[in-house]
Protein backbone atom coordinates (compact mmCIF):
# COMPACT_ATOMS: atom_id res chain seq x y z
CA UNK A 1 0.00 0.00 0.00
CA UNK A 2 1.37 3.65 -1.17
CA UNK A 3 0.74 5.55 1.61
CA UNK A 4 0.62 9.90 1.28
CA UNK A 5 0.23 11.98 4.69
CA UNK A 6 -0.86 15.10 2.59
CA UNK A 7 -2.81 16.14 -0.62
CA UNK A 8 0.55 17.27 -2.72
CA UNK A 9 0.68 14.23 -4.97
CA UNK A 10 2.25 14.87 -7.86
CA UNK A 11 1.76 10.54 -9.21
CA UNK A 12 -0.86 10.06 -11.19
CA UNK A 13 -2.64 6.20 -10.30
CA UNK A 14 -4.98 4.84 -13.63
CA UNK A 15 -8.18 5.16 -12.84
CA UNK A 16 -8.72 6.09 -9.30
CA UNK A 17 -11.79 4.71 -7.75
CA UNK A 18 -12.06 6.54 -4.31
CA UNK A 19 -13.91 6.37 -0.96
CA UNK A 20 -13.43 9.05 1.76
CA UNK A 21 -13.85 8.81 5.68
CA UNK A 22 -13.36 9.18 8.98
CA UNK A 23 -12.51 5.45 8.87
CA UNK A 24 -12.13 5.01 12.68
CA UNK A 25 -12.40 1.15 13.57
CA UNK A 26 -11.98 0.05 10.02
CA UNK A 27 -15.71 -1.82 11.32
CA UNK A 28 -17.28 -3.84 8.96
CA UNK A 29 -19.37 -1.81 7.26
CA UNK A 30 -16.40 0.49 6.39
CA UNK A 31 -14.80 -2.95 4.99
CA UNK A 32 -18.20 -3.48 3.22
CA UNK A 33 -17.17 0.19 1.15
CA UNK A 34 -13.77 -1.00 1.16
CA UNK A 35 -15.10 -3.95 -1.00
CA UNK A 36 -16.75 -2.18 -3.26
CA UNK A 37 -14.18 0.27 -4.22
CA UNK A 38 -11.67 -2.81 -4.64
CA UNK A 39 -14.07 -4.24 -6.94
CA UNK A 40 -14.68 -1.45 -8.91
CA UNK A 41 -10.90 -0.49 -9.36
CA UNK A 42 -10.42 -4.28 -10.11
CA UNK A 43 -13.11 -4.14 -13.15
CA UNK A 44 -11.80 -0.91 -14.65
CA UNK A 45 -8.18 -2.02 -14.19
CA UNK A 46 -7.28 1.19 -12.11
CA UNK A 47 -6.04 1.95 -8.74
CA UNK A 48 -8.16 1.77 -5.53
CA UNK A 49 -7.79 4.55 -2.80
CA UNK A 50 -9.16 5.68 0.43
CA UNK A 51 -8.66 9.09 1.62
CA UNK A 52 -9.42 9.83 5.32
CA UNK A 53 -8.32 12.31 7.71
CA UNK A 54 -5.60 13.82 10.63
CA UNK A 55 -6.47 14.79 12.70
CA UNK A 56 -10.12 13.59 13.45
CA UNK A 57 -12.16 16.26 11.97
CA UNK A 58 -14.01 16.82 15.15
CA UNK A 59 -11.16 18.08 17.04
CA UNK A 60 -10.91 20.78 15.16
CA UNK A 61 -14.43 21.29 14.57
CA UNK A 62 -14.89 21.16 18.61
CA UNK A 63 -11.94 21.13 20.49
CA UNK A 64 -13.46 20.78 23.68
CA UNK A 65 -15.41 17.39 22.37
CA UNK A 66 -14.20 13.89 23.42
CA UNK A 67 -13.29 11.86 20.34
CA UNK A 68 -11.90 8.12 21.65
CA UNK A 69 -10.70 7.20 18.63
CA UNK A 70 -11.01 3.25 18.11
CA UNK A 71 -8.23 3.70 15.85
CA UNK A 72 -5.49 5.88 16.14
CA UNK A 73 -3.53 6.77 13.14
CA UNK A 74 -0.53 4.41 13.27
CA UNK A 75 -3.66 1.45 13.81
CA UNK A 76 -5.44 3.07 11.10
CA UNK A 77 -3.16 2.25 8.49
CA UNK A 78 -2.35 -1.24 9.36
CA UNK A 79 -5.84 -2.19 9.49
CA UNK A 80 -6.63 -0.27 5.75
CA UNK A 81 -3.50 -2.00 4.16
CA UNK A 82 -4.67 -5.52 5.38
CA UNK A 83 -8.05 -4.70 4.08
CA UNK A 84 -6.44 -4.25 0.78
CA UNK A 85 -6.06 -1.26 -0.23
CA UNK A 86 -3.77 0.56 -3.07
CA UNK A 87 -3.57 4.08 -2.16
CA UNK A 88 -4.04 5.72 1.20
CA UNK A 89 -4.15 9.72 1.82
CA UNK A 90 -4.07 10.50 5.24
CA UNK A 91 -5.06 14.34 4.67
CA UNK A 92 -4.18 16.98 7.35
CA UNK A 93 -7.50 18.19 8.46
CA UNK A 94 -6.52 22.00 9.29
CA UNK A 95 -8.78 25.43 9.71
CA UNK A 96 -7.57 25.72 5.70
CA UNK A 97 -9.21 22.54 4.90
CA UNK A 98 -11.96 23.19 6.51
CA UNK A 99 -12.90 26.20 4.69
CA UNK A 100 -12.59 24.70 1.19
CA UNK A 101 -16.52 25.21 -0.77
CA UNK A 102 -17.51 21.76 -1.68
CA UNK A 103 -17.45 22.49 -5.50
CA UNK A 104 -13.88 23.59 -5.19
CA UNK A 105 -13.37 20.13 -2.76
CA UNK A 106 -14.36 17.69 -5.99
CA UNK A 107 -12.90 19.93 -8.33
CA UNK A 108 -9.50 20.45 -7.59
CA UNK A 109 -8.89 17.96 -5.11
CA UNK A 110 -11.24 14.90 -5.91
CA UNK A 111 -10.81 15.09 -9.86
CA UNK A 112 -7.27 18.08 -10.24
CA UNK A 113 -5.18 16.45 -7.98
CA UNK A 114 -6.51 12.83 -8.03
CA UNK A 115 -7.87 12.45 -11.34
CA UNK A 116 -10.33 10.17 -9.91
CA UNK A 117 -12.80 8.28 -11.87
CA UNK A 118 -15.53 7.12 -9.36
CA UNK A 119 -15.98 7.64 -6.10
CA UNK A 120 -17.83 5.42 -3.05
CA UNK A 121 -18.66 7.20 -0.23
CA UNK A 122 -21.66 5.97 2.86
CA UNK A 123 -25.11 7.57 2.79
CA UNK A 124 -24.27 9.81 5.81
CA UNK A 125 -21.07 11.49 3.94
CA UNK A 126 -20.66 15.09 4.20
CA UNK A 127 -17.81 17.05 3.23
CA UNK A 128 -16.44 20.90 2.52
CA UNK A 129 -17.49 24.07 4.59
CA UNK A 130 -19.62 23.38 7.38
CA UNK A 131 -20.44 19.93 5.95
CA UNK A 132 -22.89 21.79 2.84
CA UNK A 133 -21.83 18.97 0.70
CA UNK A 134 -24.13 16.00 0.67
CA UNK A 135 -24.78 12.76 -1.66
CA UNK A 136 -26.73 14.76 -3.25
CA UNK A 137 -24.57 17.25 -4.41
CA UNK A 138 -21.81 14.51 -5.34
CA UNK A 139 -24.30 13.04 -7.56
CA UNK A 140 -24.48 15.98 -9.62
CA UNK A 141 -21.23 16.92 -9.62
CA UNK A 142 -20.37 13.47 -11.17
CA UNK A 143 -22.06 14.47 -14.04
CA UNK A 144 -20.37 17.05 -14.42
CA UNK A 145 -16.75 16.05 -14.00
CA UNK A 146 -17.49 12.27 -15.81
CA UNK A 147 -16.99 10.13 -12.51
CA UNK A 148 -19.49 7.55 -11.41
CA UNK A 149 -20.91 7.70 -7.83
CA UNK A 150 -21.75 5.10 -5.75
CA UNK A 151 -23.31 5.85 -2.09
CA UNK A 152 -23.69 2.31 -0.03
CA UNK A 153 -26.93 2.55 1.95
CA UNK A 154 -26.73 1.95 6.19
CA UNK A 155 -25.06 -1.46 7.18
CA UNK A 156 -27.13 -3.29 9.90
CA UNK A 157 -26.26 -5.85 12.43
CA UNK A 158 -28.98 -7.64 14.28
CA UNK A 159 -31.17 -4.55 13.41
CA UNK A 160 -28.47 -1.95 14.56
CA UNK A 161 -27.15 0.67 12.23
CA UNK A 162 -22.79 -0.58 12.68
CA UNK A 163 -21.57 3.13 13.21
CA UNK A 164 -18.19 3.87 15.17
CA UNK A 165 -20.28 5.80 17.73
CA UNK A 166 -22.09 2.47 18.68
CA UNK A 167 -18.87 0.73 19.21
CA UNK A 168 -17.03 3.27 20.64
CA UNK A 169 -19.73 3.03 23.29
CA UNK A 170 -19.43 -1.02 22.86
CA UNK A 171 -16.25 -0.55 24.51
CA UNK A 172 -16.64 1.86 27.21
CA UNK A 173 -19.22 -0.10 28.60
CA UNK A 174 -16.94 -3.14 28.45
CA UNK A 175 -18.81 -5.04 25.82
CA UNK A 176 -16.21 -6.88 24.13
CA UNK A 177 -17.99 -9.46 22.38
CA UNK A 178 -20.64 -7.20 20.99
CA UNK A 179 -17.87 -4.72 19.69
CA UNK A 180 -15.91 -8.14 18.33
CA UNK A 181 -19.39 -9.00 15.63
CA UNK A 182 -19.22 -4.72 14.74
CA UNK A 183 -15.56 -4.63 14.28
CA UNK A 184 -14.97 -8.20 12.32
CA UNK A 185 -11.72 -8.08 15.15
CA UNK A 186 -11.70 -7.70 19.11
CA UNK A 187 -10.84 -3.76 19.74
CA UNK A 188 -6.85 -3.06 20.13
CA UNK A 189 -4.77 -0.86 22.34
CA UNK A 190 -1.10 -0.05 21.49
CA UNK A 191 0.83 0.39 24.56
CA UNK A 192 4.82 0.59 26.14
CA UNK A 193 5.31 -1.69 28.61
CA UNK A 194 6.53 0.51 31.78
CA UNK A 195 7.49 -0.25 35.40
CA UNK A 196 4.98 -0.95 37.98
CA UNK A 197 4.86 -2.15 41.79
CA UNK A 198 5.68 -6.10 41.27
CA UNK A 199 2.72 -7.23 43.03
CA UNK A 200 1.33 -9.43 40.16
CA UNK A 201 5.33 -11.75 40.73
CA UNK A 202 4.28 -12.03 44.76
CA UNK A 203 1.31 -13.29 44.07
CA UNK A 204 2.25 -15.78 41.47
CA UNK A 205 1.31 -14.30 38.23
CA UNK A 206 3.63 -11.87 37.01
CA UNK A 207 2.16 -8.86 35.26
CA UNK A 208 3.12 -6.34 32.72
CA UNK A 209 2.11 -2.49 33.49
CA UNK A 210 1.30 -0.83 29.57
CA UNK A 211 0.92 2.82 29.43
CA UNK A 212 -0.89 3.79 26.46
CA UNK A 213 -2.45 6.76 24.70
CA UNK A 214 -5.20 5.71 23.85
CA UNK A 215 -7.89 7.96 24.80
CA UNK A 216 -10.90 4.43 24.26
CA UNK A 217 -10.09 2.72 27.83
CA UNK A 218 -12.41 -0.40 27.92
CA UNK A 219 -14.40 -0.31 31.32
CA UNK A 220 -12.65 -0.97 34.24
CA UNK A 221 -12.37 -5.09 34.95
CA UNK A 222 -10.77 -7.99 33.92
CA UNK A 223 -10.89 -9.37 30.63
CA UNK A 224 -9.27 -12.56 28.29
CA UNK A 225 -6.90 -10.52 25.77
CA UNK A 226 -4.32 -11.68 23.17
CA UNK A 227 -1.30 -9.59 23.37
CA UNK A 228 1.28 -9.04 20.32
CA UNK A 229 4.97 -8.64 21.46
CA UNK A 230 8.39 -8.89 19.21
CA UNK A 231 8.48 -12.75 20.65
CA UNK A 232 5.09 -13.54 18.79
CA UNK A 233 1.31 -13.45 19.90
CA UNK A 234 0.22 -15.19 23.45
CA UNK A 235 -2.91 -15.70 25.37
CA UNK A 236 -3.30 -13.31 28.29
CA UNK A 237 -5.46 -11.83 31.21
CA UNK A 238 -5.44 -8.30 31.48
CA UNK A 239 -7.05 -6.06 34.18
CA UNK A 240 -8.16 -2.34 33.97
CA UNK A 241 -8.97 -0.35 37.20
CA UNK A 242 -7.02 1.01 40.21
CA UNK A 243 -6.35 -2.32 42.72
CA UNK A 244 -9.04 -1.55 44.82
CA UNK A 245 -7.25 -4.71 47.29
CA UNK A 246 -4.22 -2.61 47.40
CA UNK A 247 -5.77 0.79 47.88
CA UNK A 248 -4.71 2.07 44.25
CA UNK A 249 -5.59 5.44 42.99
CA UNK A 250 -4.46 5.82 39.29
CA UNK A 251 -6.00 3.73 36.58
CA UNK A 252 -3.59 0.98 35.31
CA UNK A 253 -3.67 -1.81 32.61
CA UNK A 254 -1.65 -4.63 33.69
CA UNK A 255 -1.36 -8.20 31.98
CA UNK A 256 -0.67 -11.66 33.18
CA UNK A 257 0.58 -13.41 29.83
CA UNK A 258 0.34 -17.51 29.88
CA UNK A 259 2.85 -19.43 29.40
CA UNK A 260 5.64 -16.71 28.52
CA UNK A 261 9.10 -15.54 30.17
CA UNK A 262 10.76 -12.71 29.12
CA UNK A 263 11.64 -9.54 29.53
CA UNK A 264 9.25 -7.18 28.01
CA UNK A 265 10.07 -3.33 29.68
CA UNK A 266 10.55 -0.27 26.90
CA UNK A 267 8.91 -2.54 24.36
CA UNK A 268 5.75 -1.70 22.30
CA UNK A 269 2.71 -3.89 22.87
CA UNK A 270 -0.87 -4.85 21.30
CA UNK A 271 -3.84 -5.93 23.68
CA UNK A 272 -6.58 -7.00 21.96
CA UNK A 273 -9.69 -7.54 23.92
CA UNK A 274 -11.52 -10.50 23.49
CA UNK A 275 -14.23 -11.31 26.83
CA UNK A 276 -14.64 -9.62 29.62
CA UNK A 277 -14.79 -11.72 32.25
CA UNK A 278 -15.60 -9.82 35.65
CA UNK A 279 -15.69 -6.22 37.32
CA UNK A 280 -12.93 -5.22 39.04
CA UNK A 281 -13.42 -6.26 43.44
CA UNK A 282 -11.96 -5.51 46.33
CA UNK A 283 -11.40 -8.67 48.16
CA UNK A 284 -10.40 -9.11 51.65
CA UNK A 285 -7.56 -11.04 51.19
CA UNK A 286 -4.78 -11.33 49.18
CA UNK A 287 -5.53 -14.79 49.43
CA UNK A 288 -9.18 -14.40 47.76
CA UNK A 289 -7.14 -12.13 45.06
CA UNK A 290 -4.65 -15.11 44.46
CA UNK A 291 -7.81 -17.72 44.45
CA UNK A 292 -9.56 -15.33 41.90
CA UNK A 293 -6.83 -14.56 39.87
CA UNK A 294 -6.46 -18.09 39.15
CA UNK A 295 -9.66 -18.46 38.16
CA UNK A 296 -9.06 -15.75 35.56
CA UNK A 297 -6.44 -17.87 34.36
CA UNK A 298 -8.29 -21.07 33.98
CA UNK A 299 -11.59 -19.31 32.17
CA UNK A 300 -8.95 -17.59 29.58
CA UNK A 301 -7.55 -20.72 28.52
CA UNK A 302 -10.79 -22.47 28.41
CA UNK A 303 -12.37 -19.61 26.36
CA UNK A 304 -8.96 -19.94 23.78
CA UNK A 305 -9.06 -23.51 23.59
CA UNK A 306 -12.75 -22.65 22.31
CA UNK A 307 -12.23 -20.10 20.48
CA UNK A 308 -8.66 -21.69 18.44
CA UNK A 309 -7.06 -18.19 18.44
CA UNK A 310 -4.22 -17.31 15.55
CA UNK A 311 -1.02 -18.05 17.12
Do not use: W
Not at 134 to 156: A, M, N, Q, W
Not at 293 to 298: G, P
Amino acid sequence: MIIFESLDISERFSSPVLTIGNYDGVHIGHKTIIEQVKEKARLMGGTSMLMTFDPHPLTVVRPDAFIGLISPVPLKKRLIEECGIDVLIIAPFTEEFRRVEPEDYVKDILVGRLGIKGLIVGYDFRFGKQGKGDVDLLRRLSDTYGFFFEVVEPITLGGEKIGSNRIRHMIQEGETERAIAFLGRPYMMTGRVVKGFGRGRELGFPTINIESAFQLVPKTGVYSTEIETGKGRFCSVTNIGYNPTFGGKELSIETYILDFSGDLYGQEVTLSFCRRIRNETKFGSVDELKERIAMDVRMTREYFEAVSPPR
